[in-house]
């Protein structure tokens, strides 16, 4: 693997190659090597509860709130160290419910999303879904992986206060790149999300007041800003390698390592999102039993490239010349723009994944 050049002698572009991307090809090795990991697949009913209780803790903090001023340092702390952390753990229970991991039934999923959404104060858990699923079945491919930057943020945030504009909003970029890039219908379930969370806006203004509600949306942003579970988003997929950048026109051959794992205490908050190699390999396995998939295949991941700290990544992809948003490994490939999974695309994981993952 190339040495990356210094950064006035390096161009910039992404990380083209023409290889798959790593995470179909390994679950078919674990598959064979330890075919018992079928057995993890399926919900985890413990979500729900989760998600119940996170949503009471915000609605509490609202609650008490109410009469503290919104420029004071106990409201902003609040936000920050309790709320953020809360709304961040709602983004990722929102991921996992996105892969139907807390009820057997779809539809039971869909409306615990939209539970989950209320304390964010903005309805998205219905669009997130499909652009969701499309980022894990067309990984790094342009022009469908929405959690690929754009050219044009890869150009004007190209420099340190640029990535500490785009880490400090990047709440807004993951929000509004994928409508960018390409819209999906608007379904019943969009409408549904929409009026709901409309609706509890408007129940909390009514009841609580402006302070409660500028609470939720105000840890929505701190938990996608510079807080230390935010790191998440950046080191998942940005190449933190120090490799030589390949063009669309000749890409390479050999693809620099595109997903990292984070194996910390954060996780604890976070959905285990942090073992994230296990999750793209595994979709259909739960937050719960992710841990016990890294254990028995141990051999496949123990190789792999890892962040030992969340907060540690926002500084390291600011400071270093060598990490940008053109950081991402890119494939070209034209494909129709599905949500969707069918039985085929989790194969050798047999009928049960199958049916507990559609």
Not at 37 to 58: A, H, R
Not at 145 to 153: G, H, S, V
């Amino acid at each position: 693997m190339a040495v990356k050049k210094t950064t006035e002698e390096q161009p910039s572009d992404w990380l083209w190659t023409y290889q798959e991307e790593p995470h179909r090809t390994r679950r078919h090795q674990i598959i064979k090597a330890h075919p018992e990991v079928t057995k993890l697949c399926g919900p985890e009913p413990l979500t729900k509860w989760t998600v119940l209780l996170v949503v009471s803790i915000q609605l509490t903090c609202a609650a008490l709130l109410r009469n503290t001023p919104i420029l004071s340092w106990s409201f902003f702390l609040t936000a920050y160290i309790v709320g953020a952390t809360a709304n961040q753990n709602l983004f990722l229970a929102i991921h996992e419910i996105s892969h139907n991991l807390a009820f057997r039934k779809p539809i039971y999923n869909r409306l615990l999303a939209i539970f989950a959404n209320i304390p964010i104060g903005i309805p998205y858990s219905a669009a997130f879904r499909p652009y969701h699923l499309i980022h894990h079945k067309s990984l790094g491919i342009d022009g469908l992986d929405t959690d690929l930057p754009t050219k044009l943020e890869a150009v004007f945030l190209d420099s340190i206060l640029g990535k500490a504009f785009f880490c400090t909003f990047q709440i807004l970029f993951y929000a509004l790149r994928p409508m960018a890039i390409f819209q999906l219908p608007f379904t019943h379930i969009h409408g549904l999300n929409l009026t709901v969370q409309i609706a509890f806006d408007c129940l909390v203004v009514k009841y609580l007041g402006w302070h409660s509600m500028v609470y939720f949306l105000m840890s929505s942003f701190l938990a996608g800003s510079l807080h230390p579970t935010a790191g998440h988003f950046i080191s998942e997929h940005y190449v933190f390698e120090h490799v030589a950048p390949s063009t669309k026109s000749a890409p390479s051959s050999v693809a620099a390592p595109e997903t990292y794992s984070y194996y910390g205490i954060l996780n604890f908050f976070t959905y285990n999102v942090g073992l994230h190699n296990e999750h793209h390999d595994f979709p259909a396995i739960p937050w719960t039993r992710l841990w016990k998939l890294r254990e028995i295949a141990h051999e496949f991941y123990e190789p792999l490239p890892t962040h030992t700290s969340w907060s540690y990544v926002i500084y390291q992809f600011i400071t270093d010349p060598n990490v940008s948003l053109w950081s991402r490994v890119k494939r070209e490939q034209k494909r129709k723009v599905e949500a969707a999974w069918t039985p085929d695309e989790i194969e050798g994981m047999d009928e049960i994944a199958g049916k507990k993952s559609q």
